[in-house]
């Protein structure tokens, strides 16, 4: 079968030589102790670079085998035996010796290179990591419990990390080179891709995988996690069941679309929900959702629609409620005019790092969407339309919390007036930098009390008391 690709091996053997024995007198020179902790590290490392380029080689031997065409025809175990065999008669033929599990070590990573995604292929199988962030070749981290750390994984050179690149984009019929260097895609399993290629990413390729939770996370299972606590979530229910306009506000990696997720647990299943993203990763639980999705122009510039596009076309097809993944341009005009015209109880979440700043976030997309109204008007509007803000954090520690649950309740004269009902109150760091804190209510009664009564919900007011711990 190999005859074809049979080469002169007389020159080299890929396998690693033994270290040479020292002599005594090169045992005189170094103290023990310092060989002994180089070595591994050392060995590891030629192991590591031999073990990529064998590899490498394979690889392209196989995509010059395999009928790629019929790969999807046959069953896994099938193309794993095919695999198998090819990799077996490669390295006899190049005399290289690899141990059992270097072996299946070996075949496992070349069935992710052809089915798969390469190396990102394990870390995307690994439950807890939640983001995979690529810099370069030979540099990519991994985010588990709100902690990055550089993981052991690696690309063999930019031009394999791009080929994965373009196998994901291509799945998705986008493309990615000079011409156009980045890219936003979803992933078969519904992950978040972005990528950006050189000469814009000057050392490498950046990429930025945000993985897809199957979990769909409840709020009892964030008030499990220590996300908030069971007054804060006896008034969410309250306030989403009663139909206010929530926006879910916070920075990168925060929870807002987890804290999005388990907030729409509430809403009754009788309700029409659409909702609108720019890559799906919402997780409604109700019977009756519309999901739309936008997408970028193509490379001639035509075909893209945006958010606000999904918006205004969502708006004529009868929703009870609109659920937007995230407003961050002009569609904040449109989210605004729905929740203030019969659209109660629509959620959304926008990047601030307080509820007052999230006011100002709305103020100026606004203003950046060339819409020429006097600012009281502006701030009339939102406070009309925004009655909710739930303020996500990712502390220090890596922990998230919903830091503060704001009230809009109107004007004072040009100014929108807050009243802050719950927030999170630290008290403390632990030897091992965990965050000390408590859950409190801040003494002031809900101002939509009343309408919560109306709706059926009795909610006491001792849930607002200052608690002291």
């Given at each position: 079968m190999f005859s074809r690709y049979k080469k002169d091996t007389a020159t080299a053997n890929p396998v690693v030589n033994a270290p040479a024995p020292q002599t005594a007198s090169s045992m005189k020179k170094s103290p023990p102790k310092t060989p002994a902790a180089v070595a591994p590290s050392d060995k590891e490392n030629k192991r590591r670079e031999r073990m990529a380029n064998i590899k490498l080689q394979l690889h392209s031997t196989l995509l010059e085998t395999l009928n790629l065409a019929a790969i999807d025809q046959v069953s896994e175990r099938e193309l794993r035996a095919e695999i198998q065999l090819i990799s077996d008669e490669y390295l006899t033929e190049k005399t290289i010796i690899l141990n059992r599990d270097e072996r299946d070590l070996l075949n496992n990573d070349l069935y992710d290179e052809v089915v798969g995604l390469g190396p990102l292929e394990s870390l995307l199988k690994d439950d807890t990591i939640a983001d995979i962030l690529v810099n370069g070749p030979q540099q990519i981290f991994v985010e588990r419990n709100g902690k990055l750390s550089l993981s052991e994984v690696k690309f063999k050179d930019e031009k394999h990390l791009q080929r994965i690149i373009g196998k994901i984009v291509s799945a998705v019929g986008r493309r990615v080179d000079e011409s156009n260097p980045y890219v936003d895609a979803r992933l078969l399993d519904g992950s978040r891709f972005n990528a950006m290629i050189p000469p814009i990413a000057i050392d490498g390729s950046l990429v930025s995988i945000r993985k897809f939770k199957k979990d769909k996370l409840g709020i009892r299972d964030l008030v499990g996690f220590g996300a908030f606590n069971d007054p804060m979530a006896t008034y969410l229910e309250a306030a989403v069941a009663c139909r206010l306009n929530v926006i879910v506000s916070g920075g990168t990696g925060s929870g807002k679309t987890t804290t999005l997720n388990a907030l729409s647990s509430f809403i009754d299943n009788s309700e029409r929900i659409l909702t609108i993203e720019d890559t799906a990763e919402l997780q409604l639980q109700q019977t009756h959702v519309g999901r739309m999705e936008s997408r970028p122009p193509n490379v001639e510039g035509k075909g893209g629609v945006s958010p606000r596009d999904c918006l205004k076309?969502?708006?004529?097809?009868?929703?009870?409620?609109?659920?937007?993944?995230?407003?961050?341009?002009?569609?904040?005009?449109?989210?605004?005019?729905?929740?203030?015209?019969?659209?109660?109880?629509?959620?959304?979440?926008?990047?601030?790092?307080?509820?007052?700043?999230?006011?100002?976030?709305?103020?100026?997309?606004?203003?950046?969407?060339?819409?020429?109204?006097?600012?009281?008007?502006?701030?009339?509007?939102?406070?009309?339309?925004?009655n909710l803000i739930v303020q996500a954090s990712r502390l220090q520690d890596g922990s998230r919390r919903m830091v503060s649950i704001t009230e809009v309740t109107g004007m004072e004269g040009e100014i929108i007036s807050m009243?802050?009902?719950?927030?999170?109150?630290?008290?403390?760091?632990?030897?091992?930098n965990k965050i000390i804190g408590h859950f409190t209510g801040t003494g002031v009664r809900s101002h939509f009390s009343e309408r919560f009564r109306m709706w059926g919900f009795d909610v006491p007011s001792s849930i607002y008391d200052v608690l002291q711990e």
């Open positions: 076309n969502a708006l004529r097809m009868r929703p009870d409620r609109i659920i937007v993944g995230e407003t961050r341009g002009e569609e904040v005009i449109d989210m605004l005019q729905a929740m203030n015209t019969g659209h109660d109880g629509s959620m959304t979440t926008i990047h601030a790092n307080s509820a007052r700043d999230g006011i100002s976030r709305l103020e100026n997309m606004i203003a950046m969407a060339g819409v020429e109204m006097p600012l009281k008007a502006v701030r009339s509007q939102i406070a009309s339309a925004v009243q802050e009902v719950f927030r999170f109150q630290r008290t403390g760091l632990t030897p091992e």
